[in-house]
């Protein structure tokens, strides 16, 4: 099983901040949240990840919450193009461990 | 960061047939994984291809249906036997890099007819 939870499903006014959450309260000191988005039509694409510390990207930016139960991906200017599903998973750094994927979340960016 | 190709990246087959797809890394990956999404699903992992011995499946997936090779570093392949209108999906290789960051190919299209 997949060890976060996500909405299923955001909307966004487009030019706005997008601000997807995600939990994994079970989430271990050595493991890192990594964000993955999936446009339609495509292969997923590695947004951002990142342990304890927030961290900024030119995608997107990523705050994780002092217990590391919980963080969100922001997106600070939406566009159309953002319109994906978003895909938050949890993993070692260095494992060769196999990753699962739950359903994640699909952000529609209205005009 | 690598870039991951897959061929082929769509197809129409016809059911009771076998399709083998290929994925080539352009650069050395630790791991190497298969996965299948359904249409309006998200990923499921079918396998990890291991280099030079056989794959590990996940629950669900056996290697008389999904045969998989891994035989270098950079290079895998994924059958898909005897398939029905059920196999259709994409098939998605994946490989791992160093800092355990994950990169897809676009992809393989399946649909079974």
């Known amino acids: 099983d997949a060890k976060t939870t996500q909405p299923p499903s955001m909307d966004c006014a487009e030019g706005r901040a997008a601000n997807l959450p995600c939990n994994h309260s079970t989430i271990s000191g050595n493991e890192y949240v990594y964000w993955y988005r999936q446009i339609h039509s495509q292969g997923p694409q590695y947004i951002i990840h990142g342990l304890k510390n927030n961290e900024t990207n030119e995608m997107a930016s990523l705050i994780i919450t002092e217990d590391r139960k919980s963080s969100t991906l922001i997106l600070p200017h939406a566009t159309l193009r953002d319109t994906a599903v978003y895909y938050c998973?949890?993993?070692?750094?260095?494992?060769?461990?196999?990753?699962?994927f739950g359903p994640g979340t699909s952000l529609s960016v209205i005009p | 960061s690598a870039v991951i190709s897959q061929k082929p990246s769509r197809d129409i087959c016809q059911r009771g047939t076998s399709l083998t797809i290929q994925c080539q890394v352009d650069s050395q990956v630790t791991m190497m994984f298969w996965y299948r999404q359904q249409p309006g699903q998200s990923l499921t992992l079918i396998a990890t291809?291991?280099?030079?011995?056989?794959?590990?499946?996940e629950s669900g997936f056996v290697i008389d249906k999904f045969p998989i090779s891994r035989p270098n570093l950079t290079f895998s392949t994924l059958t898909v036997s005897n398939m029905s209108p059920e196999d259709s999906s994409i098939y998605l290789c994946?490989?791992?890099?160093?800092?355990?960051?994950?990169?897809f190919g676009e992809g393989s299209w399946l649909t079974v007819v």
């Open positions: 291809a291991n280099q030079g011995s056989e794959a590990t499946y």
């Open positions: 998973i949890v993993q070692l750094k260095t494992s060769y461990d196999k990753v699962i």
């Open positions: 994946t490989g791992t890099d160093s800092g355990n960051t994950i990169y």
